[in-house]
């Protein structure tokens, strides 16, 4: 089993930028691909990338493509979205996920195994 903290989440402009760190604790870390999923009120829970357990390969939701940056450092146990370019229709709660199935990348959140607590991301206009 391992145990997932989001942090970094806030209040931000129309433009601005955030990174969102999650850090694992628990089994080892690279015995996961790691996602980041998102959840504004109301709506269902959404893709927003994943990388692969050695960090090699990444994949996006078409509305952060270009703006989002997948990133892992399995020497900290972390992984890490950064947001550039934030609209107000990125805001949502993010949460990070860890996938057990290495052999596959998922955008489907209930394929995931654990899950955070999920951080906040307010975007203003």
């Known amino acids: 089993q391992v145990q997932l903290v989001e942090s970094g989440g806030g209040l931000v402009q129309a433009g601005g930028s955030l990174r969102l760190s999650c850090a694992a604790s628990?089994?080892?870390?690279?015995?996961?691909?790691m996602g980041w999923f998102r959840q504004a009120p109301g709506k269902e829970r959404e893709f927003v990338a994943v990388?692969?357990?050695?960090?090699?390969?990444?994949y996006y939701a078409d509305s952060v493509k270009g703006r989002f940056t997948i990133s892992r450092d399995n020497a900290k146990n972390t992984v890490y979205l950064q947001m550039n370019s934030l609209k107000v229709e990125d805001t949502a709660a993010y949460y990070c996920?860890?996938?057990?199935?290495?052999?596959?990348?998922?955008?489907?959140?209930?394929?995931?195994?654990?899950w955070g607590q999920g951080t906040q991301v307010t975007v203003s206009s």
């Open positions: 996920a860890a996938d057990r199935d290495i052999a596959t990348l998922r955008y489907w959140w209930n394929e995931y195994d654990y």
């Open positions: 628990g089994r080892t870390f690279t015995g996961y691909n």
């Open positions: 990388i692969s357990w050695r960090g090699r390969t990444t």
